[in-house]
């Protein structure tokens, strides 16, 4: 009798055991979403330029954006601040650029053009920043070749 008590008891606790590992299997499996990694940090490479320009030159500015993997969706933008001299930065055949204001960069390789309009020396920096709200600061400065 005790014997038939032991074996009852035994298989109370392991159906309960074996109950008790399907909820917990089940439970933690209910999050249907796949998290897939979007968010790619870029870095900004910039093709060597000349240090000095005069007044009404254009240089050409070539720039990579360097990712460790893609993905598709991710929209780029970029802006720029003009803090010393006068000059108009356009991406090819573009309109120039306004200080501060947004534009999208349709690709990850692209050209920029820089026209001196003074001869004096002239700062500028460019953000590029993309979807996800990572950003990038490079710095141009070219000094007066007159």
Not at 124 to 133: A, Q, R
């Amino acid at each position: 009798m005790n014997n038939v008590i032991n074996c009852k008891i035994y298989n109370l606790l392991k159906y309960s055991f074996i109950l008790f590992f399907l909820s917990f299997v089940i439970n933690s499996c209910q999050d249907k979403d796949l998290e897939i990694l979007q968010n790619f940090p870029f870095e900004v490479t910039v093709m060597p330029l000349p240090s000095k320009i005069q007044e009404n030159e254009t240089v050409e500015i070539r720039i990579s954006l360097e990712t460790a993997s893609n993905f598709n969706e991710t929209k780029y933008s970029i802006r720029y601040f003009q803090y010393e001299g006068r000059g108009k930065l356009q991406h090819y055949n573009d309109s120039p650029y306004l200080p501060n204001d947004e534009y999208e960069l349709p690709q990850k390789q692209f050209r920029l053009y820089y026209t001196s309009e003074s001869s004096e020396s002239h700062k500028f920096s460019i953000w590029i920043k993309d979807s996800f709200g990572n950003e990038s600061k490079v710095d141009f400065e070219f000094d007066n070749a007159s």
